[in-house]
């Protein structure tokens, strides 16, 4: 079984700053990509950024500049850094990875629950 748990989602005034972390664990042999989601209330989801094992980056244009998406390798962690935060941020941010399980060797996708990011004075 494989697990993601996210942390540091919350209710942060607009230009604040916010770190969302998402640790996997489980019986991973490989992880490829790691990467972070969101979905606004009558939106449909969308990338907001993603990390290879090899540490390339990719991010949504929305984002650049005031984002961060980084990799630890050794603790099967990714992390995303917001800053400069805007209202239209509020959203559920989720944790994404695609790696391969220990027990098959096969890749699979998997998703974390989500955590609430809210940005509002």
């Known amino acids: 079984q494989v697990q993601l748990v996210e942390s540091g989602g919350g209710l942060v005034q607009p230009g604040g700053s916010l770190r969302l972390s998402c640790a996997a664990s489980?019986?991973?042999?490989?992880?490829?990509?790691m990467g972070w989601y969101r979905q606004a209330p009558g939106k449909q989801r969308e990338l907001v950024a993603g990390?290879?094992?090899?540490?390339?980056?990719n991010y949504a244009d929305s984002v650049k500049g005031r984002f961060t998406i980084s990799r630890d390798n050794a603790k099967n962690t990714v992390y995303l850094q917001m800053n400069s935060l805007k209202p239209e941020a509020t959203a559920v941010y989720s944790c994404?990875?695609?790696?391969?399980?220990?027990?098959?060797?096969?890749?699979?996708?998997?998703w974390g629950q989500g955590t609430q990011v809210t940005v509002s004075s």
């Open positions: 994404n990875a695609v790696l391969q399980i220990r027990a098959t060797m096969s890749a699979t996708n998997h």
């Open positions: 990390i290879t094992s090899g540490g390339s980056t």
């Open positions: 489980g019986s991973i042999f490989n992880i490829y990509v």
